[in-house]
């Protein structure tokens, strides 16, 4: 690997460990300030957990869109998509996926850094997603990013908008290695020899952007995840929401694949009990978000009722989204704790078993239900605190002063996000920020090593189209209506749109678009 020429002992480069979207803002940051970084993540493609949620709270905003278009300079919302840090590649990032941290050397301002990068065996450079590998692949798995929802093949693509945007081959000993993939690869990516690279890296800083693992709710069997299929964790309804999920943003019951026409919600789920007292933070909201969600898939008629202990909104515009989910979607809160889920099996609906506020024993049924489950300190939290000698809190999260929040105990090792203690999305953009900044404080005579301008943040003017005198030709109008996915479509008729749009003088094509800014959409508009 290259590494930057610089002053002995000083390298004016940084690492950041995590490609979630604490890493990749960090990533951004850095960059620009003219300092190289090098971009750890540990599977095949960046992301993080944020890569698998349709919508946001509290706007519902897509993280498709949010992720892929120019809201304008320095602002913090495309840095979410990993697809923005692919299709507009930093010259100053050097992205390194399925890659561990294997040792770490050094004091603040010079760390040696030990790599580990797994073989994905399939050359992301030549890789031209034709899907063939994957359709002669005799190999079926669960598949991670849908949740075990639904399965894909040993030789797959993680997720449609996967940066790197190539597929991947998982070679576990599931793989009968029959060797089909590399003989129908048209552009001969396919490499089954490929081993680990070992790798080494110089850096001044260091910033952990671990992330968390989600908690395993078939801890609590009074619950009956598991057992029963129409007991889901809160990720699998956020696939079972988005339209990129296995149902294609159809809210269906596993146990027969109807629409429920009740849906309950129990709120902190491995949070604020004797096992982890502390609060997650993002369950209130998430869970409000996906009862709203449920209202506007399944219709207002469908009953959503979130159990609760205590309203926990953090802004007064969360606040708000409270007070419009009880008052203009009618989604009922109960404040309680669900002591027990038993199923019908004639039916397999769920009844609920709970002490009113009043005291008294109630059950109620319901055709769903969705557990709200809290966030734990991530699993790779004890590697790092071997390696760096780094303290954790006693919840297991990284230890940091309230004055001092994105410093770990480590000098010149910074944390960003979940990994110091659970967060919602904008709070791990601003301390991802706040981390690069600290970074930059720290390397303050390092950087513009490698000077970087925004003049033209997403083309190279060597991609500019040639200027042209168009006056006195007839206007040549394209009207693109993209349904994203088909969510403006639940509010606008975008056929009647484009239909409209055909009419109008100067118009020569109108027509309507799944998505209009996915790479395939944006090659048709340009044909």
């Known amino acids: 690997m290259n590494t930057p020429s610089t002053t002995q002992h000083k390298p004016a480069a940084a690492m950041v460990v995590g490609g979630g979207i604490g890493g990749m803002r960090s990533a951004l940051d850095l960059a620009d300030a003219g300092l190289k970084v090098y971009l750890i993540e540990q599977t095949p493609c960046l992301g993080g957990r944020v890569a698998q949620l349709g919508y946001m709270f509290p706007e519902h905003d897509c993280v498709l869109c949010r992720g892929t278009a120019d809201h304008g300079y320095g602002c913090t919302r495309p840095s979410i998509s990993p ?36 073989p994905r065996y399939v050359d992301p450079l030549r890789c031209i997603n034709c899907d063939k590998c994957a359709e002669v692949c005799p190999v079926e798995l669960p598949d991670s990013y849908q949740q075990g929802l639904s399965t894909h093949k040993a030789a797959y693509k993680v997720a449609a908008r996967a940066a790197p945007d190539a597929y991947v081959i998982d070679r576990g000993p599931y793989c009968d290695e029959c060797g089909k993939c590399v003989e129908v690869c048209p552009s001969h990516a396919i490499d089954l ?23 395993d709710p078939s801890e609590l069997e009074e619950l009956g995840y598991g057992r029963y299929p129409n007991v889901l964790q809160a990720m699998e309804y956020e696939r079972l929401a988005s339209r990129s999920g296995p149902t294609e943003g159809a809210v269906e019951r596993p146990s027969n694949h109807q629409r429920p026409k009740s849906i309950a919600w129990l709120q902190c789920i491995g949070s604020r009990d004797q096992a982890n007292a502390y609060c997650s933070s993002i369950c209130c909201m998430y869970a409000t978000k996906e009862a709203i969600l449920a209202k506007q898939r399944l219709g207002e008629n469908v009953d959503c009722t979130v159990f609760i202990m205590d309203e926990r909104a953090f802004n007064k515009e969360y606040t708000s989204y409270f007070d419009s989910a009880k008052h203009k979607h009618n989604i009922e809160y109960i404040r309680c704790r669900v002591s027990q889920i038993r199923e019908d099996p004639a039916t397999n609906d769920l009844i609920l078993q709970y002490s009113s506020p009043g005291g008294k024993l109630q059950e109620q049924r319901f055709e769903m239900v969705v557990l709200a489950t809290g966030l734990q300190p991530p699993q790779s939290a004890h590697h790092f605190t071997q390696m760096l000698d780094l303290d954790l809190n006693e919840y297991g999260f990284c230890q940091t002063d309230k004055f001092t929040p994105l410093q770990t105990t480590h000098s010149g090792v910074f944390v960003a996000g979940a990994f110091s203690s659970p967060k919602e999305i904008v709070e791990t953009v601003i301390d991802a920020s706040g981390a690069a900044a600290e970074v930059m404080r720290l390397l303050n005579d390092r950087l513009n090593t490698h000077p970087y301008t925004h003049e033209w943040p997403f083309l190279s003017s060597g991609d500019l189209p040639a200027e042209r005198d168009v006056s006195g030709e007839a206007p040549k109008i394209g009207v693109f209506a993209c349904t994203c996915g088909g969510t403006i479509s639940e509010t606008i008729d975008v056929s009647e749109l484009a239909e409209q749009a055909s009419r109008w003088p100067g118009v020569v094509s109108s027509e309507v678009m799944e998505f209009a800014c996915f790479p395939e959409g944006v090659d048709h508009i340009r044909e």
């Open 83 to 118: 697809a923005y840090i692919q299709q507009n590649q930093h010259p100053n990032i050097e992205i390194l996926t399925n890659t561990h941290v294997v040792d770490i050397e050094g004091q603040a301002g010079d760390f040696t850094v030990s790599l580990r990068q797994e």
């Open 193 to 215: 020899d490929e081993q680990p690279r070992l790798l080494s890296v110089d850096v001044g800083a260091i910033v952990l952007a671990l992330g968390f693992q989600i908690f």
